[in-house]
Structures are given as C-alpha cells and as structure tokens.
C-alpha cells in the first residue's frame, strides 16, 4: 500500500490556541486527501477534504492546506477546544479504487 | 451519526473460531469499504465492493474474506481466528467507486482469546 505518515505523534495545546497537523505522503499521483478526527472508541469522523487542483480549503476553524511540491499536507485548528481532543489522521486516496491509505495519526490533547 | 451502521459491536470469541461482521452502508452509497485499526498496525484498508462487485483488495488475509449482497449491505468473514486478529473493524461507505469520500461506522470491536 501506499505509505502516509506523520510527522509528529502527539501534540498539546492550550485552549483557545491554534493547532497544526502535518502530514507527508508518498504517492505523486494522489488527487485526492481527507483528514479524520477520531475519539476514543468512536470510527473516524470526516472533518475536511482537498483534491489536488487545490492548496487550501477553510472550512468551520479548520483549514486544510495541500503543497504537492513536496507531498505535504496540513491541518489547521483555530481556537482549538477541548472537544477537539482526538487523533486525527490524514489520508490519500491513491489506490486504483477508491481506498483511502492511512497515516499513523496524531494524538491531539488540548489544555484548558 | 454518519449513517453506516455495523453490528456487532462488541465481540469475543476464541481462537481457532469464525466470526462474522455486518455492515450497513449509508442510504444511496454502492461503496462498502472494510478496514482494520489495530495498536500497531493503525488503519489498514482490507477490501472494496461497488454494487456487489469487489473492487479493490488490499492487505486481506486469505482466511478473511468478504461480499456485499444485492441490497448492498457488506459482511466480513474471519475465520480460524488467532490472537493477532483482536482489533477494531471498520466499514465505510461512498457514493461512487472513486474520487468520493468515505464515511465510516462506529466499527465492530473482536477480541480473540
């Protein structure tokens, strides 16, 4: 499979604080990246997505920025809240179906 | 609620044993997606099915094996369990076969003793 990973496994921040998720990938021709937040023994939730003919999409305190130069992918947080405490994954759909690859997930913690 | 519902929930079994997952996809989805979250291993994607058809395959052993029926609704079969296969189970679903986005279930916990 194809191999996504993050650069850093766990992250804390204060409340009230903005919050970065990096992400590198590994496939050239993925046209297509989600990043999930998932809670403890929840499924992965769908926060936002980016296709390739993008850089950056905002959507509600999150926005995703995609630098395909060199395969990187982020996700940002404003005004992070505890309710924002999860993992977060990003992943690639660069399979010849639709099947998304999954990197290791970020462990977010945020500080009241 | 993403609207993909997977039962069971919880499950425990014993080595050696064959169980099987169920997953209904969200209303109008022909994707069934399965994948596999575990402690090391993260989330690994196992198998695709657009409308009854498989896909695409990805890192499925050969004692698992899955379908997706004429009402679209997927079932996982594992069998001749062993310890390694205590993880969290997850089906997802889309609208197409590519270029959609997947939305998952709450997954199906089987613990192997």
């Avoid at chain 2, 099987?20 to 109008?28: H, I, N, V, Y």
């Avoid at chain 2, 969290?88 to 279930?105: D, H, K, P, Q």
Wanted: hydrophobic content about 30%.
């Amino acid at each position: 499979g194809e191999s996504v990973g993050l650069h850093l496994p766990t992250l804390s921040v204060q409340e009230g604080d903005n919050s970065i998720i990096n992400c590198a990938y590994s496939n050239s021709a993925s046209d297509y990246f989600i990043w999930y937040k998932q809670e403890s023994g929840k499924g992965p939730q769908f926060i936002i997505d980016i296709r390739s003919n993008m850089d950056k999409r905002q959507g509600q305190r999150v926005t995703v920025l995609l630098n395909k130069t060199v395969k990187h992918l982020s996700l940002q947080i404003a005004a992070t809240q505890p309710g924002d405490s999860a993992v977060y994954f990003c992943a690639e759909n660069g399979g010849t179906g639709n099947q998304f690859y999954f990197g290791t997930g970020t462990s977010l913690t945020v500080i009241p | 609620d993403s609207g993909v519902t997977q039962t069971p929930k919880h499950l425990i079994t014993a080595t050696g044993q064959r169980v099987t997952l169920r997953c209904s996809p969200r209303s109008g989805d022909l994707s069934v997606y399965w994948y596999q979250q575990s402690l090391d291993q993260g989330l690994q994607f196992l198998i695709q099915y657009y409308n009854g058809e498989e896909r695409a395959k990805g890192n499925i052993l050969e004692r698992f094996s899955a379908q997706q029926f004429p009402d679209l609704h997927s079932e996982l079969n594992l069998s001749s369990l062993e310890l390694g296969d205590s993880a969290l189970y997850f089906c997802a679903s889309s609208v197409g076969s590519t270029g959609n986005t997947i939305y998952f279930g709450e997954g199906s916990w089987l613990t192997v003793v």
